[in-house]
């Protein structure tokens, strides 16, 4: 993504080492030398350049268990991880979900996610492999839900993936546009509420569940009028879940238990990682010899009716907007600036109940917190802006367990109200606006 920092952008490219760099002048956060070598595509000698390139066929046909893409996630260590997926585990999702959502040609999905989200390859490859249309909405149409719905209507729109931040806007301002469509609904938990008011309007709805080294998607389901929270269904094709006790004994029908995925989705690993790799992709037990299952840390239970349920996080890894966040990662560039010793990052619901970032900092000896406006501009070199802090509250010292560890639970709740600088409207636009 563009629009990520360029040291965060410098790092993967560093890291993944491409062969080449397809970009265009516009991109201003690439490193300005180094790494790979770049085909500028909008600059005035490309066709040139493409021309002298050798037009070479490809001497062997591609492996299933080649790479297909490596693609990069929060890392709990302050620097993100490169996911490598095989061209099985794409072929996989990409077979079952055309198959599963009846995409035919005359379908027309619209795609509002960024290359750099791993839900982004279902909203490409699915409709592209069945002959269907991908409708691109821009940024702004993305960040508008005004203009998003008028591109779902104007396009003819039958089929849509996005998380539920996004899909709660839509319903909340303009329900009518999702009429006749057909919803896919990931990348957090779905409130109950969500999803009573999807059923009401569209087409039909699905929550779609999986972290990025199962393959985007690893279980869907249906959403009925089933009582209680939104489950995540059963495991698509050639997909196994478990769900496990600590000496990895399969649990009953309603006990929680840790989450583990198997089957052809599971990816090869972490790129340059391989104690990280080793210690998430272990053996499966109850697979054929050789096989691997990934431990989500997704805590979760069978439920009475054979439907996956969602229960939590085994660790301090969230969602934010439907994308994946490690605390830990933020709460390392916190520390690296001079000024703070100790930092821990919660995210605690505001006002309207959604989901929000806040740090909570202890100064180094002898200094004090720089102002918020400081801090911020620190860790928006480093990090996207959904993983930048919405609060950051100073404290003398981090409340701890008899252990030593942070004691969340004793952290302070933020006013979120009270942290709204507000001032009276100095113009008749914005008496309007308030009123």
């Known amino acids: 993504d563009p629009e990520y920092p360029a ?3 410098g790092y993967i490219l560093d890291d993944a080492r491409p062969a080449a760099l397809l970009t265009d002048s516009s991109v201003t956060t690439l490193p300005t030398t180094g790494g790979p070598r770049r085909v500028v595509l909008d600059a005035p000698d490309v066709t040139a350049a493409l021309a002298g390139l050798p037009a070479t066929a490809p001497t062997a046909r591609a492996h299933p268990d080649n790479p297909a893409y490596a693609i990069y996630t929060s890392g709990s260590t302050g620097r993100p991880k490169g996911v490598v997926v095989s061209r099985r585990n794409i072929t996989n999702l ?3 979900m055309r198959e599963r959502f009846d995409v035919g040609a005359a379908d027309r999905l619209v795609a509002v996610t960024t290359i750099a989200f791993d839900i982004s390859a279902l909203e ?5 492999s069945a002959g269907a249309t991908v409708v691109l909405a821009s940024r702004d149409e993305v960040m508008e839900p005004a203009a998003l719905a008028r591109l779902i209507t104007r396009s003819g729109a039958t089929l849509m993936q996005a998380t539920p931040t996004l899909w709660q806007a839509l319903v909340s301002e303009h329900p009518q546009a999702l009429a006749g469509l ?6 957090e938990p779905v409130p109950a509420g969500l999803a009573g008011r999807l059923r009401e309007l569209a087409a039909g709805v699905s929550n779609v569940y999986g972290p990025t080294e199962t393959t985007v998607w690893s279980t869907t389901a249906r959403l009925t009028d089933r009582p209680g929270l939104p489950p995540i269904g059963g495991p698509i094709a050639n997909t196994r879940a ?15 238990g840790d989450l583990y995925l198997a089957g052809d989705g599971v990816a090869r690993g972490y790129a340059n990682r391989f104690g990280l790799t080793a210690e998430r992709f272990v053996a499966d037990p109850f697979g054929a010899p050789g096989s691997r299952m990934y431990r989500t840390g997704d805590v979760a239970r069978w439920a009475e009716d054979g439907q996956l349920e969602f229960v939590g996080r085994v660790d301090d890894q969230i969602k934010i907007r ?6 830990g990662e933020i709460e390392a560039v916190l520390t690296e600036h001079e000024d703070i010793a100790r930092a821990t990052v919660a995210a605690r619901p505001d006002e309207s109940g959604e989901a929000r970032l806040v740090a909570y900092l202890v100064a180094a000896s002898g200094r004090t917190v720089p102002a918020v406006d400081v801090l911020r501009a620190h860790v928006s070199t480093r990090l996207p802006d959904y993983m930048v802090p919405a609060v950051l509250m100073t404290l003398d010292a981090l409340p ?11 952290l302070p709740a933020p006013d979120f109200a009270a942290l709204v600088t507000r001032q009276a409207p100095r113009t008749p636009q914005e008496e309007i606006l308030c009123g």
Do not use: H, S
């Open 400 to 410: 701890l367990t008899p252990n030593g560890k942070v004691d969340r639970k004793a």
């Open 242 to 256: 478990y769900v496990l006790g600590p000496a990895l004994e399969p649990a009953p029908a309603g006990i929680a």
């Open 182 to 187: 057909r919803v896919l609904v990931g990348g």
């Open 7 to 9: 040291d965060r952008i």
């Open 124 to 128: 490409l490859f699915v409709p592209l």
């Open 322 to 327: 439907g994308f994946r966040v490690e605390l």
């Open 94 to 96: 990409v077979t079952d």
